[in-house]
């Protein structure tokens, strides 16, 4: 019986690292890809809100 209990806490404690290791590697590309993104953030706030503003004054202005 004490073989069962020990095969189910093994199960656990391998679905514990696994979810662990999906973490760290999350993290590590979110690291790793902070400038990629940050520059992201930048470009679409300047060129597509300015872009999209225009469209929409250009619809209220024709009506």
């Known amino acids: 019986m004490k073989i069962i209990m020990d095969e189910k806490a093994q199960g656990s404690a391998e679905l514990i690292l696994l979810f662990g ?14 400038n990629y993104v940050k520059g992201l953030g930048n470009e679409i706030n300047s060129n597509d809100v300015k872009n999209l503003t225009k469209a929409i004054n250009g619809l209220k202005n024709k009506f």
């Open 21 to 34: 290791g999906i973490i760290v590697i999350a993290i590590v590309a979110v690291v790793y890809y902070k």
